[in-house]
């Protein structure tokens, strides 16, 4: 029994020694890889670069973006650069591909307004920066006052068309400056001012009798709407 457990340490300490200096060679060998890691692939480095490789790709799963939005995207080891950048531009493509074959027409729109908004307010209204975030609305008036003008418009203007949008808003009068609380409807063929609550018609403007529409850069919440000097029934502005 004293001789078999002598020889089975021996065969024991023979085979731990070999792991042992099997595991320093493959030490060594990713220290020489690590040390020629930028130089094109050769047989020094050509296992560290495949675990490399490996690595980055297990990285890259577990972070990789999940939203258009989300530009995020692992650092790449040098000898892999050029295939990150491949393989950012396809993930990329394919997050957009996904996003627009699920967006509703009414997303699109949304989109296709959002745009019209930032080429005209962005770095020019102070207002705007907060306001991307937020969808646009076709009203602002609440469900009973939107019923009341559309039943309104209906029978005494059917011409007007329908409205694309419509607000509460303050008018001020030129002279004195007394305030008034009225709707302003915007409608395909132009803007309408209804007297609230009553839902009078004070005032029609087709849009092609509107010179400019001038608001500030501030956020006042203030409109100017310029109206042609030749029409002497017509205010110059309100």
């Given at each position: ?25 493959v030490v060594r060998k990713f220290i020489i890889g690590f040390k ?136 001020y009068d030129r002279h004195g400056y007394k305030s008034r609380s ?57």
């Amino acid at each position: 029994v004293t001789t078999i457990a002598k020889h089975w340490r021996r065969v024991a300490a023979q085979r731990y020694a070999e792991r042992y200096r099997a595991a320093a060679a493959v030490v060594r060998k990713f220290i020489i890889g690590f040390k020629n890691r930028n130089k094109p692939k050769c047989p020094e480095n050509v296992n560290f670069l495949e675990f490399v490789r490996i690595n980055f790709l297990k990285t890259l799963a577990r972070q990789l973006p999940r939203n258009v939005l989300d530009h995020s995207w692992p650092t790449p080891p040098p000898a892999l650069t050029e295939a990150s950048n491949m393989l950012r531009l396809l993930h990329q493509r394919s997050m957009v591909r996904a996003y627009v074959r699920k967006m509703t027409p009414e997303k699109k729109l949304q989109l296709s307004l959002k745009v019209t908004a930032s080429e005209r307010f962005r770095n020019c209204k102070e207002a705007y920066p907060p306001s991307v975030a937020a969808p646009f609305v076709g009203t602002r008036l609440s469900d009973s006052e939107q019923d009341a003008m559309k039943r309104n418009l209906a029978v005494k203007f059917p011409e007007s068309g329908p409205v694309k949008y419509a607000t509460n808003c303050v008018k001020y009068d030129r002279h004195g400056y007394k305030s008034r609380s009225r709707i302003i409807a915007i409608t395909n063929k132009g803007c309408l001012v209804l007297e609230t609550g009553s839902y009078k018609l004070k005032e029609q403007h087709l849009f092609e009798h509107i010179s400019e529409v001038v608001v500030s850069s501030l956020t006042d919440g203030i409109v100017v709407i310029r109206l042609p000097t030749d029409d002497k029934n017509s205010r110059v502005s309100w």
